[in-house]
DNA sequence: GTCCTGGCTGAACAATCTGATCGGTTCCGG
DNA sequence: CCGGAACCGATCAGATTGTTCAGCCAGGAC
């Protein structure tokens, strides 16, 4: 059912791990996300060699989400963002998750402390829309009870460079 | 407090949106992120040109999150992420959220419906250091109360290829 | 029917970057 | 004191980039 990757990352496990130089790279690369790797190790002080090695080790290594990470639902027309969660009988957690991923507009699910709770990201294209994926999850075999909060409003948009900032120091 | 750029994140508003060519340069884009642009336009069948000029635009267009985005918690050695949602003081919700901001560990916060709620993913090196940030969040004036809920495990991960898919075909 | 605009193409250019591979250095733990 | 690991500086041919050109074509405006 999964792969071995699928496992390691739904596990929550830790990954190799970055040190202080790896935390510059990368913010460097938050600056400017195509950046050459010539300019990168300008930027740093570092030999392009060291760079090079440094970024296809992060690349490779599990560090990094694929690149599908960093694209707006908004750009694709989809202007509603909801999460529902969704309470399961405990022993369907296997066939709902399955039965959520083949839904395009889910995003992502994750399973919450407390019993057997779904945490699931949505997008919709419109409220129409919202409802009809509402219908679908559940409709999902397995699925107790769903609550659907709509998101109103991005008060602090996905980061991570404080937390970057505090590793380049470290 | 907010610069033009935060406030049109902040309202989830539409972006310039994409077409089925963009959709198709970026599930290329996906599964090589740092794929040149000469090697991109051989897969998609366009002009070195032509990528160059639709990459530029949605790279500068705001149809993609910041490189940050890619970045696995768990690289950084933070190995518990929670969901804290967050009941508000209903005229403290700006208070409230630049406190929020202020924690490093305070990843994304969004306004969910339901009266002033909201929905704060935090990231952690372990329980204790989870506890801290947890008392941090109740510290901010105007928080009247915090449910804490840990993830456990990541169903699905976060994707957008389905809805690439979609678009690429349309 | 004609004009204009916008997007795509193919081509050219010099400048830069890449991937790969040297040997040499420095630092740390065994 | 001896690896081993990480970094450096340098070299190479070959690929890629940014940029700018003119031509082409479809669709909308007049």
């Known amino acids: 059912m999964f792969s071995q990757d699928q496992v390691w990352r739904g596990t929550l496990s830790s990954v190799p791990g970055i040190d202080a130089t790896d935390a510059r ?8 996300p195509r950046a050459t790797v010539m300019a990168l190790s300008q930027t740093l002080g570092l030999a392009r060699n060291t760079v090079q090695a440094r970024l296809a080790r992060l690349e490779s290594g599990g560090a990094l989400d694929p690149f599908e990470r960093r694209l707006r639902p908004e750009a694709l027309g989809y202007r509603l963002t909801a999460y529902i969660t969704v309470t399961v009988v405990q022993t369907s957690l296997a066939e709902v998750s399955t039965g959520l991923a083949d839904i395009p507009e889910v995003l992502e699910v994750i399973g919450l402390s407390g019993v057997a709770d779904l945490l699931v990201q949505v997008v919709a294209v419109d409220a129409d829309d ?34 970057l900032k505090r590793a380049a120091e470290a």
Chains 1, 2 share one sequence.
Do not use: C, K, Y
Not at 25 to 30: D, F, G, M, T, V
Not at 152 to 159: A, Y
């Open 25 to 32: 790279l990368l913010l460097a690369l938050s600056e400017d």
């Open 130 to 163: 919202l409802w009809r994926i509402s219908e679908q999850v559940l409709a999902i075999p397995g699925v107790q009870r769903t609550d659907t909060n709509l998101a109103l409003r991005r008060f602090v948009d996905h980061r991570m460079a404080p937390l």
